[in-house]
T-cell receptor
Framework: EAQVTQNPRYLITVTGKKLTVTCSQNMNHEYMSWYRQDPGLGLRQIYYSMNVEVTDKGDVPEGYKVSRKEKRNFPLILESPSPNQTSLYFC????????????FGEGSRLTVL | AQKITQTQPGMFVQEKEAVTLDCTYDTSDQSYGLFWYKQPSSGEMIFLIYQGSYDEQNATEGRYSLNFQKARKSANLVISASQLGDSAMYFCAMREGQGTGNQFYFGTGTSLTVIP
């Protein structure tokens, strides 16, 4: 089954404790991206990657890092999480069909205390 | 300026009626793509429909159609014959530029409630 898999789905952590949210896709997509969803703000792009070893900042990259060492994986790293990074995070890969729509993971709800 | 604007935070529609969710966009690119996604209460993001900037006809996918008015920079979603399962948050999104990967911009969403 074609899918984007994120882990963990739910996480409660404390300020300053480094964490990584993994993302993996099995569709051989070149493009992957991360978003955060906050009430009243919709989804905002954090980082995106057009291919292995190629990453670019989105609209809200501060406080986040990413890496793309393999085509299928695109982890999101919070080196020193803060409470304002409490959010719902989505990973997505972009299809190669006519529209190139995004395929989303199920989301990771992160709470930073 | 906002790239995507959805001015309706919440909408109500009677079951079996049609409803239009508004979306306007802002871009200076000639080539771009417009998308609508549905997010039910379970949280996943479901792709509904796509319209390319060069497409002359409005996109349709089953009960969903996209009313594309390029000169007005609007891309409204029309849902016909609403069902209870259509109750969800709906997001309009835009991809700017050409190629296989670019930035995506999302609106703040419209919460649709279908009334029996």
């Amino acid at each position: 089954e074609a899918q984007v898999t994120q882990n963990p789905r739910y996480l409660i952590t404390v300020t300053g404790k480094k964490l990584t949210v993994t993302c993996s896709q099995n569709m051989n997509h070149e493009y992957m991206s991360w978003y955060r969803q906050d009430p009243g703000l919709g989804l905002r792009q954090i980082y995106y990657s057009m291919n292995v070893e190629v990453t670019d900042k989105g609209d809200v990259p501060e406080g986040y890092k990413v890496s793309r060492k393999e085509k299928r994986n695109f982890p999101l790293i919070l080196e020193s999480p803060s409470p304002n990074q409490t959010s719902l995070y989505f990973c997505a890969s972009r299809g190669t069909g006519t529209g190139g729509e995004l395929f989303f993971g199920e989301g990771s709800r992160l709470t930073v205390l | 300026a906002q790239k995507i604007t959805q001015t309706q935070p919440g909408m109500f529609v009677q079951e079996k009626e049609a409803v239009t969710l508004d979306c306007t966009y802002d871009t200076s690119d000639q080539s771009y793509g417009l998308f609508w996604y549905k997010q039910p209460s379970s949280g996943e993001m479901i792709f509904l429909i796509y319209q390319g900037s060069y497409d002359e006809q409005n996109a349709t996918e089953g009960r969903y159609s996209l009313n594309f008015q390029k000169a007005r920079k609007s891309a409204n979603l029309v849902i016909s014959a609403s069902q209870l399962g259509d109750s969800a948050m709906y997001f309009c999104a835009m991809r700017e530029g050409q190629g296989t990967g670019n930035q995506f911009y999302f609106g703040t969403g419209t919460s649709l409630t279908v009334i029996p």
